[in-house]
């Protein structure tokens, strides 16, 4: 009404070409493991809108959560008053956590901006300025979150400078270190930890140096686990020097991995964790979680927000963590994995397709497959692709994927699909999903 437009012809002339869209319908309901479409499609949702509806669309308990706070508060703003969900939250949230010293919570809305909180934090509580992060890593688009995401270029593409006084190692997958994807994760842990002594020697000293910031499992970057004896690596490094640990768990949280927090496969204590995404599946909510002695040292009024830690968000997180454990996700989480793993081993063991396949990885539901392009413009198959190449492959298997009613996502500057189905995805579901990719991978390489 009004305009004379279509709603697609909306979207297509009066929104920014700066949104990459995998499907260009209009997504008009979610329900569980599916969506559906204006046109009538429905689709399996292996993406959960990257890593967000968990417990899957409209959770009928937290939906109802959040449409009760609606009409009880919608806003409180944190600098004027706590709200009861707020608070309800820490209460659930601190049962959680991978290490009691993460006592302190402060809630955003977006990753991104947990993450600009994590390294204010780190500077306040340290009084350095600088900051490594990882060859590889994504922590979101804002400006200080930028400068320490560094998995493809199209993030920062013609808006530097960014935020100064951040250095990088590389993250301990082979692609980072020109190495074949048979390499041991102990000898990509060692030589990254190798990295990390140079960079503190010869480009940042560690009285510089405030925070590294990590992500556990390297989500945008490519779905790699970082193997246990890194994470305690850059535990010892940090305790050296005391540099504060910075643990983004944002795609990797929440019971994604089979555990609420990947942290917790390595036993590492972070200083401080930035959690968002599954929190309150689709409400947004973000957090920062660090020791109270710590997130003291900012005076009334650093942190803030017109939409910090809104109630209803709140409302929604509240009920996804009794879910998680009423509904015993982390289990179907364990369950899930083993099935989603092997049937990507038995589409590996296809001679017709191996070839094409470099490296199955991840853990829980956070799942890649690393593939090589067949027919690539050298002419022959090359492990190492190099950033940026032609995406062939991981994008013809995509589209093919949603041609046959699977949403499915790729990940990296590389040849990465990745599964990130909802964590309540039920056998049949996850199955039916795997059946349509496997066929899918069959008909690209044909
Ligand atoms: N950190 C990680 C590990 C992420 O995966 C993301 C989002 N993909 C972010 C931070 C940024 O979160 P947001 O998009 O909510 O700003």
Redesign the pocket.
């Known amino acids: 009404s009004g305009s004379g437009l279509s709603l697609h012809q909306l979207g297509q002339y009066h929104v920014t070409n700066g949104i990459g869209r995998l499907t260009e319908g209009i997504m008009t309901k979610g329900q569980g493991s599916y969506v559906e479409y204006d046109d009538g499609k429905r689709y399996l949702d292996f993406t959960s809108g990257?890593?967000v509806t968990s417990l899957g669309h409209c959770h009928p308990k937290v939906s109802q959560a959040a449409a009760e706070q609606c009409l009880t508060l919608v806003h409180a703003q944190c600098s004027i008053a706590f709200h009861k969900p707020y608070l309800q939250l820490v209460e659930r949230l601190l049962l959680m956590m991978p290490h009691p010293s993460l006592n302190s919570f402060f809630f955003w809305?977006?990753?991104?901006?947990?993450?600009e909180a994590a390294i204010k934090l780190a500077r306040v509580a340290t009084g350095r300025q600088n900051i490594i992060c990882m060859q590889g890593?994504?922590?979101?688009?804002?400006f200080g979150?930028s400068a320490v995401t560094r998995s493809k270029t199209i993030y920062s593409e013609g808006t530097f400078p960014l935020m100064p006084g951040v250095f990088s190692i590389p993250y301990p997958y082979w692609h980072q270190h020109g190495l074949p994807p048979s390499t041991p994760p102990s000898e990509l842990a060692s030589k990254s930890l190798y990295q990390l002594d140079l960079v503190l020697a010869q480009q940042t000293t560690p009285r510089d140096t405030a925070a590294i910031i990590v992500?556990p499992l390297l989500?945008?970057g490519g779905y790699v686990p970082a193997p246990p004896e890194f994470l305690q690596g850059l535990r010892d490094v940090c305790d050296k020097h005391g540099i504060m640990l910075i643990v983004?768990?944002?795609?990797?949280g929440f019971a994604r991995t089979g555990k609420y927090f990947m942290i917790e496969h390595s036993g590492v204590r972070p200083d401080i964790m930035?959690i968002?995404?599954g929190l309150a599946n689709g409400f947004?909510l973000?957090g920062v979680i660090s020791r109270k002695e710590l997130t003291d040292k900012l005076k009334p009024g650093t942190l803030g927000g017109t939409y910090a830690g809104n109630a209803v968000s709140c409302a929604a997180a509240v009920a996804v963590a009794d879910a998680f454990k009423q509904e015993n996700i982390l289990t179907n989480v364990q369950e899930r994995s083993r099935e989603l793993f092997a049937a990507l081993e038995s589409l590996r063991s296809d001679p017709d397709v191996a070839p094409y396949i470099l490296d199955v990885r991840g853990r829980g539901l956070m799942v890649a497959i690393e593939f090589t392009s067949p027919n690539p413009p050298g002419g022959k198959l090359d492990p190492f692709i190099k950033p940026d190449s032609p995406k062939m492959m991981a994008q013809r298997v995509v589209k093919t994927c949603v041609k046959e009613g699977l949403l499915i996502l790729t990940t990296s500057a590389y040849e990465v699909v990745r599964f990130i189905p909802p964590l309540n995805i039920s056998p049949e579901e996850l199955k039916k999903g795997m059946d349509i990719f496997t066929e899918a991978v069959k008909a690209v390489v044909k």
């Not at 890593?137 to 804002?142: E, L, N, Q, V």
């Open positions: 990257i890593g809305n977006s990753g991104s901006e947990a993450v890593a994504y922590h979101g688009r804002t979150a992500e989500g945008e983004d768990e944002v795609q990797s930035v968002a995404k947004p973000s």
